[in-house]
């Protein structure tokens, strides 16, 4: 079979760790690197022997990709996905599936009309410490309640803390940290109850909130209380899911960048604890070259197609709603 032509967009720490590993997976060629100033696109392309361009629209015409990877500040993906969908690739967007719901249903839609794959790039639901609490799920009895905290201490100056350029800390963090992976498995959440606040940097523009606290009704009854937050002075623990059932709990650890782990405690007996594996980017390439290779989502491992990322948008929206 011949390899599926990719080009990157976007020369950033996502764009590198992902680039990674597109170029590790068999039958994936990097072809390309595109960023808006050619230093850094040559700086990225030379790990692949790839060809740079500042202008990404060279992507299709002198490279002939098959696919496209996404890497950059949000607002900027709402438009390059749009490109690159309508230049009919299949498309992998580093971050959520957009900035907003309304752009979010547009590129679902685009990408289903072209019989597209378009995922969205939340590569926890493929990391081995989140498939091992999944499989331990079955272990605690009914679920009764679910705790996270994701605490992160974000540069107030990267575009990360811009409102418009991000999206805001709701769809860049909280659907990451941990609705995404949550509803992944538990199901799709209810919207019970939101406070918010933004203390550490408060300035025109800046996010808002900047600290989110969240109550969900996940389906069977499971109270689920979240908070997410671009505060979290010093060293300060603050990433950790907690998941309660009448027979055990799990206490997860899902690292970020690294594979985490897990301690599983039962009604009886000494807790076990369960050592993830930073294996989550490379399986989401995997996934993804076997669904653009045959064109559908269905039937492929993919995780985070485009239809069922829109939901975390959605969610966000009924969020706001109570802030
Ligand atoms: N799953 C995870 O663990 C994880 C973690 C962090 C981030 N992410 C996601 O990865 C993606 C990239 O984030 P990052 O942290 O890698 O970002 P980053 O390091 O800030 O890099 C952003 C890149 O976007 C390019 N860019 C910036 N503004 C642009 C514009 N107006 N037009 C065109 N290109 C522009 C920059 O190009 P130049 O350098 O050429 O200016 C830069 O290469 C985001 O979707 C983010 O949510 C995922």
């Known amino acids: 079979m011949t390899a599926l032509r990719v080009g990157i967009i976007g020369s950033g720490k996502l764009a590198q760790v992902r680039g990674d590993a597109l170029a590790a997976q068999d039958g994936v060629e990097v072809v390309a690197v595109a960023s808006r100033r050619l230093g850094n696109a040559e700086r990225l392309a030379g790990r692949w022997n790839a060809r740079a361009t500042a202008d990404h629209t ?9 696919a496209v990877l996404v ?16 230049e009919r690739l299949h ?27 378009l995922e969205a790039g939340y590569e926890a639901r493929y990391k081995s410490v989140w498939h091992s609490t999944r499989e331990l799920l079955g272990r605690i009895g009914a ?18 803390y811009d409102q418009q350029a991000s999206g805001g800390m709701l769809v860049t963090h909280l659907t990451y940290a941990f609705l995404n992976p949550l509803r992944w498995l538990l ?21 808002r909130p900047e600290t989110c606290t969240v109550l969900l009704d996940f389906p069977s009854d499971i109270a ?46 000494d807790p076990v604890r369960v050592e993830g594996a930073p ?14 290779r045959t064109g559908t989502a269905v039937g492929t491992a993919l995780l985070n197609p485009a239809g069922d990322a829109l939901e975390d948008l959605l969610i966000c929206d009924e969020i706001e709603l109570m802030l």
């Open 224 to 269: 689920c209380s979240m908070t997410a937050s671009y505060v979290k002075p010093g060293n300060l623990d603050g990433w950790q899911v907690t998941i309660v059932g009448t027979e055990g709990g799990i206490e997860l650890f899902p690292g970020d960048l690294d594979g985490g782990h897990l301690v599983y405690t039962p009604r009886v007996g």
């Open 71 to 86: 890497a950059v500040p949000h607002r900027v993906q709402d438009d390059m996905v749009g490109w690159a969908l309508a």
């Open 143 to 160: 679920p009764v309640s679910v705790q996270t905290v994701a605490l992160f201490d974000q540069d107030p100056q990267s575009w990360y």
């Open 187 to 207: 199901g799709r959440p209810r919207v019970a109850a939101a406070l918010g606040n933004t203390k550490r940097v408060d300035r025109p523009g800046s996010i």
């Open 91 to 117: 498309t992998l967007a580093g971050g959520p599936l957009a900035t907003t719901s309304e752009r979010g249903r547009q590129l679902t839609d685009l990408a289903a009309r072209h019989d597209l794959i």
């Open 279 to 292: 294996d989550g980017f490379d399986r989401q390439v995997a996934a993804f070259r076997a669904a653009a």
């Open 58 to 66: 060279e992507l299709t015409g002198r490279d002939g990709i098959d």
